[in-house]
């Protein structure tokens, strides 16, 4: 499994910074593209960064490009999201992940993903 390790959430003011930690046990994490998702109350999950195994391409969504950067240390197996400039809109449960796939991992069925983290709560508030 990706273990999701508490590092990192908490409580944070706008404009702060946070950055999640997740290791990944039971595989090895440089076989498979990742990402990080994350679930507000009553919305679908969704992605916010994701990279490749490979050649360390990288994409991330408007709603947080330029503000977040995914990063991965496979001889760590070890993976991380820095969030700078948070915003309110930003509170959510955040989930690491990872697929072998990275194409199906950006656009595949999330309940086809192999390896979830257990969620780390980010609460971005005044």
């Known amino acids: 499994r990706c273990s999701s390790w508490s590092l990192g959430g908490g409580l944070v003011q706008p404009g702060g910074s946070l950055k999640l930690s997740c290791a990944a046990s039971?595989?090895?994490?440089?076989?498979?593209?990742i990402a990080w998702f994350r679930q507000a109350p009553g919305k679908e999950r969704e992605g916010v960064a994701y990279?490749?195994?490979?050649?360390?391409?990288?994409y991330y969504p408007d709603s947080v490009k330029g503000r977040f950067t995914i990063a991965r240390d496979d001889a760590k197996n070890m993976m991380y999201l820095q969030m700078n400039n948070l915003k309110p809109e930003d509170t959510a449960t955040y989930y690491c992940?990872?697929?072998?796939?990275?194409?199906?991992?950006?656009?595949?069925?999330?309940?086809?993903?192999?390896?979830w983290g257990k969620g780390t709560l980010v609460t971005v508030s005044s």
């Open positions: 992940a990872a697929h072998y796939s990275y194409y199906q991992l950006r656009t595949g069925d999330i309940n086809d993903v192999n390896y």
């Open positions: 039971g595989f090895t994490l440089g076989d498979y593209a």
């Open positions: 990279t490749t195994s490979s050649d360390g391409a990288k």
